[in-house]
């Protein structure tokens, strides 16, 4: 699919928070920090940074953290979600089977800043970042 960021009005709002909260990321020990910023289909900007801890699995994803927040507040619908950090920011495969519950058609933005202002993020479907998706019937639950 040719998805643009034109079909994203709101692109460089959910960058720039993403690259603002990337800075509170806590990575003492990859010093990988990663910003995330979740659209809500009202429009509203949630934020999240990667947050990791002495057991590795017990580390939370930047993209997870945003989801949480704007579920905690009452969203469940998103339009897009905006990924910062140094190098390719693709999400791992936990964070797109958790994006996944939600839509599996977001948008995702793509925004490497070792080439910040060289050219526009790349923006992809999560379907294509993670396609055949494990899924359950919400209505049978």
Known sequence: MNLTLARIPEWIALRDAARKVREKAWAPYSKYHVGAAVLTDSGEI????????????????????????????????????????????????????????????????????????????????LSELLPRAFRLDHGSL
């Open 46 to 125: 949630f934020t999240g940074c990667n947050v990791e801890n002495a057991s590795y699995g017990l580390t939370i994803c930047a993209e997870r953290v945003a989801v949480c927040s704007a579920v905690a507040h009452g969203y469940r619908d998103f339009r897009a979600i905006c990924i910062s950090l140094t190098g390719v920011p693709v999400p791992c495969g936990a964070c797109r089977q958790f994006l996944m519950e939600f839509s599996p058609q977001l948008p995702v933005i793509l925004d490497n800043l070792d080439s910040a202002g060289a050219n526009d993020p790349e923006v992809v479907l």
